[in-house]
Nanobody, 111 residues
Framework: QVHLVESGGGLVQAGGSLRLSCAASGSITSLDWIDWYRQAPGKEREWVARLYSGSTTYADSAKGRFAVSRDNAGMTVYLQMNSLEPEDTAVYYC??????WGQGTPVTVSS
């Protein structure tokens, strides 16, 4: 099985930036497919971005502000978030098809 641990969340002012990390362990040699999701208080979990076979795709809410990348070892994926808005406040999760949901990392953007 694959295990993922998210980190890097925190409190930031509107307009600021954060970089989230998703570190993998277990039965995997490289993170070739990672989705980022988020769940805001009182709302359903929503898809944010995907890294798949070297290509990235983004939800409309993330386009132009968020960027997904992977480290050279291939075991950590990042979500760089710029120009953060209060509406980005949520718990952020990374997900691989062979991994269970993790605890997520909370992001709070103050106005």
């Amino acid at each position: 099985q694959v295990h993922l641990v998210e980190s890097g969340g925190g409190l930031v002012q509107a307009g600021g930036s954060l970089r989230l990390s998703c570190a993998a362990s277990g039965s995997i040699t490289s993170l070739d497919w990672i989705d980022w999701y988020r769940q805001a208080p009182g709302k359903e979990r929503e898809w944010v971005a995907r890294l798949y076979s070297g290509s990235t795709t983004y939800a409309d809410s993330a386009k132009g502000r968020f960027a997904v990348s992977r480290d050279n070892a291939g075991m950590t994926v990042y979500l760089q978030m710029n120009s953060l808005e209060p509406e980005d406040t949520a718990v952020y999760y990374c997900k691989h098809p062979r991994a269970p949901w993790g605890q997520g990392t909370p992001v709070t953007v103050s106005s």
